[in-house]
């Protein structure tokens, strides 16, 4: 296959084509479990192969895809045809940054294939939580396991030529319960990074069975408590939330492809200018943030990207300054040639594809916040004099330009006089994204730092689904509008 797939690309090179380059996926397979109150409702399972071709003709991109391998040269036909066709209409010719040619091979740290794993132990398994999630003032409880495995060849006419395995897991506890006046609360658990590797054994029981009690445990005290109060406080954080908070208002209004515009018609833009780069003060002197695409075990770490680019540990703010963004080979391109300077030097290594059949983009890798010098949660509630501790996303929604955010939270806890007072419910936060980030005030050291897992990331038309992750430490921010 792969000498017939080289055959192919020297061939449409032959024919004119600037670059051409392939993904051929020979399996995709995903296994779903979804136990709700204790009955298995969904236990699905996909299995699919087939091949993307990508060819740059005269400064326009052409794609085609297939699951029929039987017709090779049709395929990369396609391909071409399609960016002769645009290339009649192209008003910016498309660019690539440059890159090194790379043969090389990825292999997510998995020890425990959840493919070799039988159904009854995996549904064994979630019968266990279910037993133990079915507590007093508990409604509903559901247990969710997602796995995937795939592999990935990639060849280009540049000579890279690039094999990668990965294995996700994602996995997922919830409980549900009536509070006094007739509103539903939950409480969720969502396995993040646990050890070095993640394959079946990341679903550690006892692990999994001290998280089920605990979120029975705070639901519990959700139901029993009273409203958040409508004021001003200084929020804390925990990585259940503070993943969402860099997820929506660093990640994705970094995203180049969106600073430049193209992804407005659907998931918004972003306030964030080519000017801004080297100059605006996106947060305090606390926040340093990053593209990590080298962090070990997560699935926004994945060796290699769509363009063959391999993975990048990118600053994005360097201590509260906007120095990088999350970028490709060809955005990097454009944005310095609308720039008319040199704004990004190289491609970031961030554009992938969540299909064969569909084109990259700029995705998110694992946007980081590095751990600071404030000392454990206990310490941050210490020294903090009217605050409140926030944790689990419950809604979200955040501005089409990423100026300015609303979330609602699954549990609350009040700090007075650096002590933790009380549980309230229905708590949110609000604030305008570069404000809220200069007010951060204690950043948590290591200790406080978890990868949490993002399992479905939309973006782009048609809408891609994309994995990634999150590494955060407890962050405090001041003067906060909450309650409302
Ligand atoms: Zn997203």
Redesign the pocket.
Known sequence: MQQSIKEQIDRIKARGAMYVDTRYYPYEESNQLFMLNGNLKDASASRSSGMGVRVLYKGAWGFSASSDMSDLSGLFDRAFDNARVASERVTFPIRLAEKDVVQASFTSPSELDPFEVPLSEKVGFLKEMDEKLNQKGVFLRVGMMNFVRKQILFADSEGSEIEKNLTEVFAELQVSGQDSSGIMQERKFRLAQHGPTRGWESLDRPYFLQNAERIVSELQQVLAADDCPKEDRSVILLPGIMYLQT??TI??ALELDRILGYELAFAGGSFVTLDDFGKLRYGSGKLTARADATLVNSPGSFGYDDDGIPAQNVTLIDKGILVGAITGRQMVEEANARARKQVFKGSGGANRATAFYRVPIER?TNINIDPGSDGSLEDIVAKTEKGIILDGDRSWSIGSNREQFHFGCEIAWLVDDGKVTKVVKNSTYKGATLKFWNSLSAVGNKSTWQVRF?DN???GQPNQIMQLGHGVPVCRFDNVRIGE
């Open positions: 997820h929506e990640g994705h998110m993002v990331c939309g973006k």
